[in-house]
């Protein structure tokens, strides 16, 4: 199945970069192993947003791991959607619960998680963590035994 079949935009186009939040850049495609539980992990070294209060800019690695259900994120869509946040100014703490609202939205994931490992500002690293699971499943029960347990090393 090629990207048009797929509906993809951005796979093997030229890329442009957004100086804006963009959530509309974000693309799916179809999971072709939707009887599998399996895990999908992005992780994103070179994250930038900006400090609300500051305009300082802020660096994380952003760690995404997923559990998909019908419909998968395109990688290169995930990374014009991160780059989106360059120049926008959010907490870090914001910036990890929109990251997975805006994904939860996107795919209805079985189950997915977002850490942010930012950088220290001021001799202080934050590492903000949101989790989901697919209510009214054991995903939603994993998600709440994953959030009790959760420990950033």
Known sequence: MDRKQEGLKAL?????YLNHYAP????????????????VQFNCPEFTSLCPITG????????????????????????????????????????????MKDLVKLMAPKYIEVIG???????????PYANYGMPGTKYEKMAEQRMLSHQVV
């Open 12 to 16: 093997g186009r030229d890329t442009e």
């Open 24 to 39: 509309e850049v974000l693309e799916t495609f179809e999971n072709k192993h939707q009887g599998n539980d399996y895990w």
């Open 56 to 99: 300082q800019p802020d660096f994380a690695e952003i760690k995404i791991m997923y559990i998909p259900a019908e419909r998968m994120v395109e990688s290169k869509s995930l990374k014009l959607y991160l780059f989106s946040f360059r120049n926008n100014g959010d907490f870090h703490e914001d910036c990890v619960n929109i990251i």
């Open 117 to 127: 490992l930012f950088t220290p500002r001021g001799g202080i690293s934050i590492y």
